[in-house]
């Protein structure tokens, strides 16, 4: 059981990249999420997708796009990097309302030259 | 909407030293609350809840937190500190009648534990 799983943990783009971030989890559950975590920003939400074939868009959402391949997996896209997406990126899952615990994976460290 | 404020962004204390980390949610109707606790270089991990039921909760590393309604608060406390607990603290809310909405982060408290 290896929980949340994201690729790839460190990710160096030059600006106007496209690129996209992978998400894996095994534990059935219903709902997936992506952040952002920057210096004294706490956690932002970029998108998240309540169940399998539905998503929304969080607080950031500007310059990202997320596919909800399967109930497994959630990838999230940069079409064309900018210097301002430099960060740390952490995707969760959960199933929402029995405990509304998420479980976070490992993160991935993007940074846009 | 929802919001939480974690009145210290960093809070240094000596080892063996008590600690409070403080937390503030903006709604007075029905809440679910977390902490969690990130390791340096690592992702979030839950610490601990409260959902209904005794408003004290505690962790299994010696953390407690108490949901207090009146004051909106839900501080997490620890009466001796140790290295290992050094880490950045999340505390979070959920309206367990809003449907499927995320969870809602303060910005994070940097405890820093001093030998």
């Known amino acids: 059981n290896a929980g949340v799983t994201q690729t790839p943990k460190f990710q160096v783009l030059k600006t106007g990249q496209s690129m996209t971030l992978q998400c894996a989890q095994d534990m059935n559950h219903n709902s997936m999420y992506w952040y952002r975590q920057d210096p004294g920003m706490g956690l932002r939400l970029i998108y998240y997708s309540a169940s399998e074939g539905t998503t929304d868009k969080g607080e950031v959402p500007n310059g990202y796009n997320v596919s909800r391949l399967n109930k497994r997996e959630f990838s999230l896209r940069l079409e064309s990097a900018a210097p301002s997406q430099t960060s740390v990126y952490f995707c969760?899952?959960?199933?929402?309302?029995?405990?509304?615990?998420?479980?976070f994976g490992p993160g991935t460290r993007l940074t846009v030259l | 909407a929802q919001s939480v404020t974690q009145l210290d962004s960093q809070v240094p204390v000596f080892e063996e030293a008590p600690v409070e980390l403080r937390c503030n949610y903006s709604?007075?109707?029905?809440?679910?609350l977390f902490w969690y606790v990130q390791y340096p270089n690592q992702g979030l991990q839950l610490l601990l809840k409260y959902l209904s039921g005794s408003t004290l909760v505690e962790s299994i590393n010696g953390f407690e937190a108490e949901f207090n309604k009146s004051q909106t608060s839900f501080h997490l406390r620890k009466p001796s500190v140790h290295i290992s607990d050094t880490a950045e603290y999340f505390c979070?809310?959920?309206?367990?009648?809003?449907?499927?909405?995320?969870?809602?982060f303060g910005k994070g408290t940097r405890l820093s534990v001093i030998a």
């Open positions: 979070a809310v959920s309206d367990p009648f809003s449907g499927n909405t995320p969870l809602v």
């Open positions: 709604s007075s109707v029905s809440v679910y």
């Open positions: 969760a899952s959960s199933v929402p309302r029995v405990t509304d615990t998420q479980y």
